[in-house]
């Protein structure tokens, strides 16, 4: 990975694809560690986790936070990032979720109007730094009523931004949108090529 003759890092837009559990967020993690690691950047973006802030902890409730400030004990510790998050962190009795699941039915209930304000807020947080690392995990098919923060998603995209994100293997007309952009770059992780795909990543960033 390098910079270019600017002092900046060569702009990507590359989305991680695949079936749940096969390791998509754990190799964004990685890919941010170790860029973090090589150069100076600032860490900025957004993670979508279960029960992450709730004072239940309940695997029911999914809320958007700024990246890096909260971590499933299955992934990386974010304590072990060379770059921090420089967002402010999120104050949990405030803090609504992006979606409730039924527990009779198990289906999810969506609420965009979060999406639209706390999502918002973050990425617009994230445009204001320099140098960054804009991380999206992950874009699904919740956001599909979701249309500002569609709008900032998809400005990100069409600027100079370094974006490390994942996409769901879902066809909605956002997330269709997101892999046909010109600059983005969809790469497929399953349980045959996760451990060596890294490697192709890194050479589209380089």
Same mark, same amino acid.
Request: overall charge neutral; charged content about 15%.
């Given at each position: 990975m390098k910079k270019n003759g600017n002092g900046n890092i060569k702009s990507q837009k590359i989305f991680l $694809?695949?079936?749940r559990g096969v390791g998509k967020s754990t190799i964004i993690n990685q890919i941010v560690h170790d860029m973090c690691t090589q150069l100076d950047l600032t860490l900025v973006g957004f993670q979508t986790?279960?029960?992450a802030v709730s004072a239940d902890n309940s695997e029911d409730k999914i809320f958007i936070i700024p990246y890096g400030k909260y971590q499933r004990a299955d992934l990386m510790d974010a304590s072990s990032l060379q770059c921090k998050s420089t967002l402010p962190n999120p104050a949990p009795p405030h803090l609504k979720p992006v979606a409730i699941r039924d527990k009779k039915n198990q289906s999810? $209930?969506?609420y965009p109007e979060i999406f639209d304000t706390?999502?918002?807020e973050i990425l617009k947080m994230s445009q204001a730094q320099e140098n960054t690392i804009i991380v999206m995990d992950e874009l699904g098919f919740m956001e599909s009523e979701a249309y500002a923060f569609q709008s900032e998603v998809l400005?990100?995209?069409d600027h100079s931004a370094t974006v490390i994100g994942v996409i769901k293997p879902k066809h909605t007309n956002f997330l269709d949108r997101i892999r046909n952009h010109k600059d983005v770059t969809v790469v497929t992780v399953t349980e045959e090529n996760r451990d060596s795909i890294i490697s192709v990543i890194y050479d589209i960033i380089s």
């Open positions: $694809t695949g079936e986790l279960p029960g999810f $209930t969506a706390l999502g918002v400005k990100i995209l």
